[in-house]
């Protein structure tokens, strides 16, 4: 059977005319290292995080230069600890939110727990504050080396209630909860050449499998397959 090819747009396009966020949606997006997801990601946070309703990055690696870039442009705040300390350089809630960077120690151990402590108390900060995106750029870190997924699960099965939205992103589909499937209100997919990562993908519900799979895999570098899942919309976001 011969599928029909979605509809392809710019990045330009569908950032500023196609892509349409409510307070409370949670997103994924997976895709294999160096195929855009970051930047795709705060370029979301770019049209949908406002002062109303800020934005909590999260960064797992102790460098990261597209972080970097994307937190001046942003204007977030970066912050070591959560809660984030009072600042007299930045006082009062920055304009659209905060990235928590915890320092790294490069002691594997100290760092997991580092990271576990400060990361566990941002999200359930923020789906009791609710109003907020908390955006986990390496969901299956977060998930599976700090031990953060009943956390996750509580914000992906009840956050919506609190209008906090989950954004996760990962190269490693095969090795996440399926919530970050069945609870996304927002799905975007890049090519990967792993047959058991496509085969993730076709198990988003409300939409055709073998269509998702099929057009996946006739992506181009750095394409993505954008899915909506209200109303089964689809389309492909150019680089």
């Not at 009072?86 to 997991?112: A, N, Q």
Request: hydrophobic content about 35%; charged content about 25%; some cysteine.
């Amino acid at each position: 059977m011969k599928y029909p090819r979605p509809e392809t747009f710019s990045r330009e396009e569908f950032l500023i005319n196609r892509w349409q966020y409510r307070a409370g949606d949670h997103v994924t997006i997976l895709g294999p290292t160096d195929c855009g997801k970051t930047t795709l990601g705060y370029q979301l946070l770019e049209q949908s995080a406002t002062p109303k309703l800020p934005a909590l990055t999260m960064v797992m690696k102790p460098k990261d230069d597209t972080v970097t870039r994307w937190n001046k442009q942003l204007g977030l705040r970066v912050v070591r600890h959560w809660p984030p300390p009072p600042s007299i350089w930045e006082p009062g809630r920055p304009k659209v939110g905060w990235c928590l960077w915890p320092k790294h120690t490069f002691d594997p151990e100290r760092d997991d727990y580092l990271l576990h402590v400060q990361f566990r108390s941002a999200i359930l900060d923020s789906y009791k504050r609710g109003n907020r995106i908390i955006f986990g750029d390496e969901v299956y870190g977060l998930a599976e080396e700090l031990k953060l997924s009943r956390e996750l699960v509580t914000v992906w099965s009840r956050g919506r209630s609190m209008k906090t939205g989950l954004w996760a992103a990962s190269q490693k589909p095969t090795h996440i909860p399926l919530w970050a499937y069945s609870m996304a209100a927002h799905l975007f997919l890049y090519f990967d050449p792993d047959k058991r990562a496509r085969e993730r993908f076709s198990e988003i519900g409300g939409v055709d499998p073998q269509l998702v799979a099929r057009t996946v895999m006739d992506l181009d570098e750095h394409q993505a397959l954008y899915i909506r899942r209200r109303g089964g919309a689809m389309c492909i976001v150019d680089a």
